[in-house]
């Protein structure tokens, strides 16, 4: 499975636009890049999948550069609401993820 | 209607005792896994089950047995429990063979502390 570097923290304030990186060097040309969302007491839940270029939906945006070696997770407008941890997650169909430590989002008022 | 339900939420036990966690999903799905997150939040896969089949057993204690009566239910038990089997456990399924592609669906966790 390929490697990933984010930050371990990150502090926000509301209505902002929070951008996470996600550093994969090693990315295999059939890995997937996927992004879960973890609050406390909580299991971590899906938040966008993608392959390259990029991926919206009504929670988030992904960014993905034309080498693939990093993404970026767009949050817009965060909430307090939005303070969770955020994980990056790279593989390919026929692995399981290890989820590593996550980038911890607070959102101050 | 949970989706991926657990229980208890919360075990506290003794050392030496042995232990069992619930876990149901409704989704339909045909794979199911029990992940172990550490007190330094790294989430590690334990256990995965295909259609009541074992498809992953990772480096894990003998202590640590799942068991899968249906494809909608994956229990562990765990026998001769440790200090350091402390650590929030969570179910989760998937309705591939694995969660990459299709995603996973957790559960809320089970909070085990070993005293």
């Known amino acids: 499975l390929a490697k990933t570097t984010q930050p371990i923290s990150m502090d926000s304030y509301e209505g902002q636009e929070v951008n996470i990186t996600c550093s994969h060097n090693?990315?295999?040309?059939?890995?997937?890049i996927t992004w879960y969302q973890q609050f406390p007491s909580q299991g971590p839940r899906f938040i966008i999948q993608?392959?390259?270029t990029k991926v919206t939906n009504e929670v988030a945006s992904l960014f993905i550069p034309a080498d693939r070696k990093s993404s970026t997770l767009s949050l817009p407008r965060v909430s307090l609401s939005d303070t969770a941890v955020y994980y990056c997650?790279?593989?390919?169909?026929?692995?399981?993820?290890?989820f590593g430590p996550g980038t911890r989002l607070s959102v101050l008022p | 209607d949970t989706a991926v339900s657990q229980t208890p939420k919360y075990l506290v036990t003794q050392m030496g005792n042995d232990k069992s966690i619930k876990c149901e999903q409704n989704?339909?799905?045909?794979?199911m896994y029990w992940y172990k997150q550490d007190s330094k939040k790294f989430l590690k896969i334990m256990f995965s089950?295909?259609?009541?089949?074992?498809?992953i057993n990772e480096t894990v204690p003998n202590r640590f047995s799942p068991k899968s009566p249906d494809k909608a239910h994956l229990n562990l038990h765990i026998n001769s429990l440790e200090l350091g089997d402390s650590a929030v456990y969570f179910c989760?399924?998937?309705?591939?063979?694995?969660?990459?592609?299709?995603?996973?669906?957790f559960g809320s966790g089970t909070r085990l502390t070993v005293v």
């Open positions: 989760a399924s998937s309705q591939g063979r694995t969660g990459i592609f299709y995603g996973y669906t």
């Open positions: 090693n990315i295999a040309t059939n890995d997937y």
């Open positions: 993608g392959y390259k």
């Open positions: 997650l790279v593989g390919d169909y026929g692995q399981n993820f290890v």
């Open positions: 989704l339909g799905h045909d794979t």
């Open positions: 089950y295909n259609n009541k089949e074992l498809i």
